[in-house]
């Protein structure tokens, strides 16, 4: 990913990478829900976005960060030192990033939290270890549809909200115990990527193919799981 190219062959930017192949993946799973499903979220609702902040995992807090100070780099330094300013009033009880004057509502789509990819277009497991799903209320509908009854119906499953999040607390095992709101999570993650973007850039002017043993790590590693 370009977004970790300034601390590339970091514990950090494996597990970013990581999770970014689990995103492309919900991304066309979804895809194959959605041809073959009939309900789609209206044009420009973000209702699920009102009065929701997610709560998220160290990884989906780095993934934002890294994206953040690729894309959004003003916007990144804002959050760090204090002087942003969400797009709404009443932030302090929902999702800072929420804009309800733009058509799309999420100022920061391309580095979204899981939960926000998950939602309307995944399932869950029932007891028995089956597909179920069901629409989300915007869409009108009340019915949770059974594996048996999506096949029957629409000839496919929606991916399973728990199995993508087991791969996705995978790729960081240590941290899948702590979850925190996404502005505190958000900031933590800038300033530590920062710091180990500083760290790479020093080594790198010191000698290119050699790590520099007195620099401090920002983060001890650790084994990733298979």
Known sequence: MVETEGFAGSRIASVIDGLGAVYADIEADQEVWKKASPFHCPSGCGACCVHFEPVVFESEALFMAAWLLHHQAERAQSLMDGTFVPPRNDSDSSCLFFDPSTPWHCTVYGGRALICRLFAYTGDRGKDGLIRWKPCKELGARTQYSQDELLERFGAL??????????????????????????????????????????????EEEDPDKPNPDSPSPLAPQPLAS
Request: aromatic share 4%; proline share 9%; no cysteine.
């Open 158 to 203: 929606p991916p399973a909200m728990s199995d993508i999040t087991a791969r996705a607390l995978s790729l960081d095992p240590d941290s899948v115990h702590l979850q925190v709101p996404l502005r505190e999570a958000v900031r933590n993650a800038l300033y530590r990527l920062v710091m180990l973007k500083r760290f790479a850039s020093q080594n």
